[in-house]
Structures are given as C-alpha cells and as structure tokens.
T-cell receptor
C-alpha cells in the first residue's frame, strides 16, 4: 500500500527565507506527483504537477523536484512571504484514478 | 474555464434532513471525485466516477449517495446524516486517458455541519 510522508509537519520562518518541504513515498510506481496548497477551511489549490517521466517543475518562486528511484520529492519556496502561509500537501497518483496524500506541512511565514 | 465549482459553500442540516451537494466542471475531465476532509487531516477519498460510471466506492455509508448526471456534473445526496459527518466535502476532477491520470483540480469545498 502506498504511503506518503511529509517532513516537517510544521515550519515557522521569517519573511524572505528560502525553504524546502520534503515528501517521500514508499512505492515508486506512480503516474505523477502533485503539490497542493490549502488555506484554512478552503479547498486545495494545485501548485505543481510532475509527471513520472519528469525531474522537476517550476512556477514563479516555486520549484518541485521528483526522484522516483528514491521515492522523494521536494518543494522549494524562494523568498518566502507571509501570503505563503498555508498547509502544503503532497500527493501521488499510484493508479489510474486514485490519489494518496501526505498529512501536510503547515507553514507560517512571519513578517 | 479551469475551475471546479461547488455549491453551496456552507450547509447546516439536521439529522432528518435530505440535502444535496453539487459540483460542476467544464474542463472536459472524464473523472470526478468526492473527498471528505476533517480538520487538520488530509482529504479522504469517498467516490470516483470515471466516464460517468461509479468506479470506486470507498465503503462509504449509504446515507451518502453519489450521482453523475453527465460528464460535467457530480452530485452528493445526503440523508439521515450523523454529527460526525460534519466536515469539508471536496469535489475534484481529472483528465484520464489510456490508463494515465493528468493531475487533479479541486473545488473550494462545501463546509457541512450536521446538528
């Protein structure tokens, strides 16, 4: 059974810092990996989607990498801002129509 | 249109009520999903529709009844719910083709409170 682990569970940083969120998964047979952001009480916003054949994706200040062989992904956030404060969820698609989530990293960026 | 729209945003219902949650997407995605999310937990899969047919039911109690009237709409009918069913209900869609899944788009959710 696929398991997804996110480290750290919570992170508090001052504004302007660069930071890395980690995600690991137990079964390398995935179709893709997706990073989401969730604000309290809100839905999930897709940040980056990495197909299994890709190594990384970039969007603005965000960069996500994928190493299938080691079962790891990282989300790099450059020059963090208070508006980046949210819970970040990593999810893998191990099958045709299922999605396995990690428990998330709760990020707080203080001014 | 790159959104999944869910209505209502908030719903309070009694344990004897019947209500429905609605979800709509116009991205041409052929897979649609219902997830349930409790506070400080990741979303949990409830149902999957693929090409308008129910393909996965994660042993959800029968008081939750999904319906997919067409490729753009997904409903979740609620009846005789319990207070522990209070949660954020999320709808999602994805494009699936030849055994591959091309990423998920989630709606903003319906916050359900059962009293």
């Amino acid at each position: 059974k696929q398991e997804v682990t996110q480290i750290p569970a919570a992170l508090s940083v001052p504004e302007g810092e660069n930071l890395v969120l980690n995600c690991s998964f137990t079964d390398s047979a995935i179709y893709n990996l997706q990073w989401f952001r969730q604000d309290p009480g809100k839905g999930l916003t897709s940040l980056l989607l990495i197909q299994s054949s890709q190594r990384e994706q970039t969007s603005g200040r965000l960069n996500a990498s994928l190493d299938k062989s080691s079962g790891r992904s990282t989300l790099y956030i450059a020059a963090s801002q208070p508006g980046d404060s949210a819970t970040y969820l990593c999810a893998v698609t191990p099958g045709y129509s299922t999605l396995t989530f990690g428990k998330g990293t709760m990020l707080l960026v203080s001014p | 249109d790159t959104e999944v729209t869910q209505t209502p945003k908030h719903l309070v219902m009694g344990m004897t009520n019947k209500k429905s949650l609605k979800c709509e997407q116009h991205m041409g995605h052929r897979a649609m999903y219902w997830y349930k999310q409790k506070a400080k937990k990741p979303p949990e899969l409830m149902f999957v529709y693929s090409y308008e047919k129910l393909s996965i039911n994660e042993s959800v109690p029968s008081r939750f009844s999904p319906e997919c009237p067409n490729s753009s709409l997904l409903n979740l009918h609620l009846h005789a719910l319990q207070p522990e069913d209070s949660a954020l209900y999320l709808c999602a869609s994805s494009q699936v083709y030849r055994g591959a899944n091309y990423g998920y788009t989630f709606g903003s959710g319906t916050r359900l409170t059962v009293v």
